[in-house]
């Protein structure tokens, strides 16, 4: 059976925790700018990016956001203290989110027709098949593109968490073998302090002659 292997490097030249450190870093800005968008567009109604998405959508963006930077301050706290569990959990946070952005692409870019949103002037004078075509091959790159992104920083997270998992097994075995190393040690150094005291006891036993079967 085939079983995936974990990354040494993250996009082969920066080691791991670095790259956790980068796109959790990265994921903190982005939710943070989200939930700052969807207050200002339904709160404040100042109609900044995103304007043309509908209010339920801005709200559950804005909510799947804050409920996110939690999650990453605690993975970010565990990568610098190399704490896995912290760390697994936003892994999982960030599948389930993959999930849903791969669910909100494909609608966006593959469902729905993409020239709808293109311009009258590019369909005029018999370019519509061409600029259709165009159009539909750009979304649809683009969504596999991030689609295969989104599933490379989940690997590189899993990567993290078992070169810290490795890391603490490894440590822990280190340890075992130095505690029975010691073990050993101290009951060796026991015997033979015992095997010296009972020779020094059958040596002030014998009698003046030295030997047991002296007459």
């Known amino acids: 059976m085939v079983s995936l292997r974990p990354a040494n490097y993250f996009l082969c030249c920066l080691p791991l925790s670095l790259g956790t450190k980068l796109i959790l870093w990265a994921h903190l800005a982005q939710s943070v700018y989200t939930c700052a968008m969807s207050i200002g567009n339904v709160m404040l109604d100042l109609n900044a990016s995103g304007y043309a998405t509908s209010a339920a959508s801005q ?61 009258v002037d590019a369909l005029a004078n018999g370019g519509q098949a061409f600029a259709c075509g165009v159009a539909r091959t750009i979304s649809g790159t683009t969504a596999a593109v991030a689609t295969l992104g989104m599933f490379y920083l989940i690997y590189m997270v899993w990567s993290h968490c078992r070169e810290l998992t490795e890391k603490s097994s490894s440590g822990a075995i280190a340890e075992l073998l130095t505690n029975l190393e010691q073990q050993a040690l101290q009951e060796s150094t026991k015997l033979w302090d015992s095997g010296i005291g009972d020779e020094a006891g059958y040596r002030s036993a014998l009698p003046l002659g030295g030997s047991p079967y002296a007459a």
């Open 59 to 119: 709200i559950f963006t804005g909510v799947w956001s804050m409920a996110s930077i939690p999650i990453i301050l605690a993975a970010l706290w565990g990568v610098y203290h190399n704490f896995e569990v912290t760390i697994r959990l936003y892994m999982y946070y960030l599948i389930l989110a993959t999930f849903v952005d791969v669910v909100y692409l494909a609608d966006l870019l593959v469902l729905k027709d993409a020239c709808v949103h293109l311009k």
